[in-house]
């Protein structure tokens, strides 16, 4: 972590579908810099909550500042400021690496001049120069994964949000993918995550645990461990997942 500022703020956030409390009065903050794990099983409320953090979903009770931005009244400016990543492969497989680069630089609002000056440093630094008009669409899993990430921090975000990115690749692309998470922690820009992966969870800074829409646990990977009385986060998980009686989103 670089300073002590909030760049979430989550104050009694909520999200009701009729009588159904998808998120029920969750608070939490998160620092500049900070890798700050999303976690819960499936059912929990965590994938709305990240959607009402990104913008794209209204809470019905609560609030929320992402960016110094207000949720319910700048929704837009929060959409500008924010990176984001989906499991599910987010970029256009029929472009090129660079064409999808330059797009997203330009989705971003950046000057056209920045972009290009840019993309040859990312394409360089990801060793993508020579593949750089090959479409998406060829490029195994892993480089698309790292080139996913890149793109979504390409703007210099405040705090970039990945929702379970590393799902369905291998260990080792895995690490190499949490090296750039680091590297970009290191710049101060925020890492928002969500992973099913509970290694993965002991590289964060934070970790909140949600079940039935509340957060029922928020620490260090360490102080979890102890709270729990375990050795691994896998349990910890096990502990908290357990009690869950909701199966969906």
């Not at 900070?34 to 990104?54: P, V, W």
Request: hydrophobic share 40%; proline share 3%; net charge positive.
């Amino acid at each position: 972590m670089n300073t002590k500022e909030n760049v979430i703020e989550v104050k009694n956030l909520c999200k009701y579908f009729g009588d159904f409390k998808a998120v029920d009065d969750i608070s939490f903050e998160v620092k500049k810099g900070e890798i700050f794990g999303f976690l819960g099983a499936n059912g929990a409320g965590k994938t709305t909550a990240m959607k009402m953090l990104c913008a794209l979903s209204k809470p019905t009770a609560g609030e929320a500042f992402v960016a110094g931005y207000d949720l319910r009244k700048d929704p837009n400016k929060i959409k500008a400021t924010i990176g984001y990543m989906s499991q599910k492969f987010s970029l256009y497989e029929d472009l090129s690496v660079k064409e999808n680069i330059k797009l997203f630089g330009g989705i971003y609002g950046m000057k056209r001049k920045d972009i290009e000056h840019k993309t040859d440093e990312l394409l360089n630094r990801l060793g993508f120069m020579n593949e750089k008009n090959v479409r998406v669409k060829s490029l195994p899993l892993g480089w698309k994964q790292k080139l996913a990430f890149s793109v979504a921090v390409f703007h210099t975000p405040k705090v970039v949000f990945l929702d379970e990115p590393t799902g369905g690749v291998d260990p080792i692309t895995r690490r190499n993918f949490w090296e750039l998470i680091y590297e970009s922690s290191e710049k101060g820009i925020t890492i928002f995550v969500t992973t099913h992966y509970m290694d993965e969870a002991e590289y964060c800074d934070r970790i909140s645990l949600m079940v039935d829409g509340k957060i029922v646990a928020l620490d260090t990977p360490q102080k979890l461990k102890q709270i729990f009385n375990v050795t691994t986060m896998d349990e910890v998980f096990y502990s908290i997942a357990r009690n869950a009686k909701r199966s969906d989103n």
